[in-house]
Every structure is written in C-alpha cells, then in structure tokens.
C-alpha cells in the first residue's frame, strides 16, 4: 500500500496516526508511507523520529471573528492545496488518509480533487471544523464515538475506535518500583495532560496531605512547565513511598496498566487508552476546547458507568478526596466500572481502519 497521511497540530491528531502506520507496516512491511504536516506543529518532531517520511506545507486556522486575517488565510489554504496537489502527483498513493488539523484540510481536499480515494479519521464526539468541510469529498469516515455520526453523511460512517487503544493494548507494561511505590499497593494516577492543567494541580497539591493517609498511592503528574513552581515549596522527600510527584513520565503507556483509576482530561486519545486497558476513571474536562467537545467525550464514559466527572468548576480537594475514595475504596464498585470501560474499548481500532482503507484504496 501506499499510503499518504496527513494531520497535525495536537498529539490527538498525531498518535493515532502513527497508530495506523504502525498496523499498515505489520499487515503489509512493503508499504510506501508518507506524512505530510507542518513545520510548526508537534508533528515536526513526532513524526520523523518515528522513522516516517515527512514533508510540510504551510497552512493556518481561520479567526473565529470577522478578520481581514481571514483573507490572508484563504490565500494560504489555496496555496498549500496546489502544494499538496504536487505532492500526490509525485507519490502517488493508493489512498489519502487525514486525522484532522487544518494541514489535512489541504491534503485531503487536494487528493480528492485528483480522484484519488480519500477517508479521514475522527476521534472526538463533536466534529471539528476541518473534517466536517471535509465529510462532503472523501470516500469513508471512520469515527471513535458513535455521538460522531449523526454529524456526518450517514452512508459514510464506519465505527472503528481509535487506533491509539490498539497502540496501548499492546504494550509491555512496566513496573511502579521506579517511581518509589510499591507494586503491590492500589495505585491512582493524577494526570492533566502533556503539559498539565493548572486547576487540577493546584487542587491535587491542595490535596497531598489527604492522600498521604489513604491506604492507596498516588502519582502525580504536573506537567514539565509547572513543575518547578508547584514545588519550589514542598519537600518531595517527605511524600516518598506513597506520592511521587514527577514533571513526566516518558513512557506513560507502559504503566497505565498498573492503574486502578485514572484522574484527568477527557481527550480522545486519553480515553482510547483508558478504555482500551478497563481503567475507571475522574474525568474533569477541559473548559478551554472548541465547542466543549472533551464534556461531550466524557459523557459517553459516565452514561454507560465506566466514569465519574467533576467539572472544573466544581474541582475542589473536597470534591477529589471525596470521589477518589468512592472508588479506591469500594473495590467491587471499581471492578463494575472496570469491566464497563473495557466494553468500550477498541482494542482492534487499528485494524478496523486499516481495512476500510484497504476498502478504498486503488
């Protein structure tokens, strides 16, 4: 197969991607593969340390007010689909797949306009801009949540999942003794995102001496730009063996199995991996996303009982404590949540959109 893909801007967009990638080159090791993102976006760095071809054109967001800014972006989408266009006429591929981002606007769009078979891919409940404009021209959509399709033209729906649940299910997971926390102890993961979320950790450090006399353990994730603030004033020794407090965690994936419950965002791809290994979770969605699609993804967990969800607004170390004891304390009520997250999980969600480019491809 060979295969272009295209999508940018956030890891949502990005890792299942690769997720994909990764299924196309174990089906079929011969596989041509090419991204194409920008220069500017996470991907830049992402993708070419996968080991995956890469190119970039330049592309930008429309203002959501009246702007002349408007024109200028116009002006740069139509540029970068003729950019686009050159790039198939010279790869070639035998589909064009986009997991969203402005720059699979252009990528998607331009293969269309060529004859060539296009699907795009999208992982929240609430459609974003790009492949809604993109719905009207391409072969298949595949979905992560069944909110998502009556968005869409109907014929074109297919439910796959989420690549990345297929990416995490996988994986070899690693212990807890390099963190400082015993393996054999109940263990919560406190957790606001790459870059961390400024409300859960201050209410999560509000939060510590609470936890330190909990019969469970803690990891704290703050992200790496808070870290240093957070805890220029706490003594992190006196937490040891029981909370450990880290900026990061580079392998993230291999230790979310080890979790007994999951608090944090409610991003599609967070949700992909928690469902995919039967992780209960807090869910406190961003109050910051377009169209508050993350409360949306979060709802879909809680109305089939595989979540609980404290809104930002209503986040307090009350409303933690009081939550996280709900669950870390009952573990038959945990267990219940457990097996209701793993129904939803997607555990083939690679292989499901795998083969509907299979389906459209030359």
């Known amino acids: 197969m060979r295969l272009m893909v295209s999508g940018g801007g956030t890891g949502g967009h990005i890792y299942p991607a690769l997720a994909l990638i990764k299924q196309v080159k174990q089906s079929e090791p011969d596989s041509q593969i090419l991204y194409v993102g920008t220069s500017k976006g996470l991907e830049s760095k992402i993708v070419p340390d996968s080991g995956i071809d890469f190119k970039t054109i330049n592309i930008q967001g429309f203002k959501r007010s009246l702007s002349l800014e408007n024109f200028k972006t116009i002006g740069i989408f139509l540029s970068s689909v003729v950019k686009a266009r050159k790039m198939v006429k010279e790869f ?212 089939n009982d595989a979540a609980e969800i404290i809104k930002e607004s209503d986040l307090t170390s009350e409303a933690l404590i009081n939550t996280l004891d709900t669950l870390m304390l009952d573990q038959k009520f945990r267990n219940v949540m457990a097996e209701n997250a793993k129904k939803m999980g997607q555990p083939r969600a690679a292989e499901n959109l795998y083969d509907v480019l299979k389906s459209v491809s030359k």
Do not use: C, W
């Open 92 to 303: 070639k591929p035998d589909v064009v797949l986009g997991t969203g981002g402005y720059v699979s606007g252009a990528v998607v769009f331009a293969a269309s306009m060529m004859g060539v078979p296009t699907v795009i891919h999208e992982q929240n409940s609430v459609v974003g801009v790009t492949n809604k404009f993109l719905s009207k021209f391409v072969k298949k959509i595949a979905i992560s949540f069944e909110a998502a399709a009556s968005q869409f033209p109907t014929k074109k729906v297919v439910l796959t999942g989420n690549p990345r649940a297929t990416e995490v299910a996988q994986i070899k997971p690693s212990g807890l003794s390099q963190f400082g926390l015993d393996d054999k102890v109940p263990t919560v993961l406190i957790f606001g995102g790459s870059r961390g979320a400024e409300k859960i950790n201050q209410v999560t450090i509000d939060t510590l001496e609470e936890l330190m006399e909990r019969p469970y353990q803690t990891i704290f994730v703050t992200g790496r730009v808070h870290f240093e603030r957070l805890t220029k004033d706490i003594d992190l020794a006196k937490y040891q063996g029981k909370i450990a407090i880290l900026p990061y965690i580079a392998n993230m994936p291999e230790i979310l199995s080890n979790m007994e419950v999951i608090v944090g965002r409610a991003g599609a791809t967070s949700l992909a991996e928690i469902t995919s290994l039967g992780i209960p979770s807090i869910l406190i969605p961003s109050p910051y996303v377009t169209n508050d699609h993350q409360t949306k993804n979060a709802m879909s967990l809680v109305n």
